[in-house]
């Protein structure tokens, strides 16, 4: 049974940080790629950042860029989101998500066969 379970949400004042992790069970982590989406409330689900399964590329929103970073550990079978420099507009549930051999270059909602249960990221003003 696979499962991806994110940690780390929590409420901080803009321009503050946190780090989210996704941890996987049930699957061989080194073959998937992972994405982080978003969704505010009342907002379709939005893509944030993907890391390739080889870890050696990664991709992010024009909103984050810059300020956050993916990186992988699979000896862990974890990813995690750095997220820097946090803006009120960065408040939504967040969601990681794992695609079989997927690319950096995953930006849909539909490519992804496993996702977690989301974290909420609160960013006072």
């Known amino acids: 049974q696979v499962q991806l379970m994110e940690t780390g949400g929590g409420l901080v004042q803009a321009g503050g940080s946190l780090r989210l992790s996704c941890a996987a069970s049930g699957l061989t982590h080194r073959n998937y790629g992972i994405g982080w989406f978003r969704q505010g409330l009342g907002k379709d689900r939005e893509f944030v950042t993907a890391?390739?399964?080889?870890?050696?590329?990664?991709n992010y929103a024009d909103s984050v860029k810059g300020r956050f970073t993916i990186s992988r550990d699979d000896t862990k079978s974890t990813t995690y989101l750095q997220m820097n420099s946090l803006k009120p507009e960065d408040t939504a549930v967040y969601y990681c998500?794992?695609?079989?051999?997927?690319?950096?270059?995953?930006?849909?909602?539909?490519?992804?066969?496993?996702w977690g249960q989301g974290t909420q990221v609160t960013v006072s003003s």
């Open positions: 998500a794992a695609e079989l051999w997927g690319t950096s270059e995953s930006t849909k909602t539909g490519l992804y066969g496993f």
């Open positions: 890391i390739s399964w080889s870890g050696t590329r990664t």
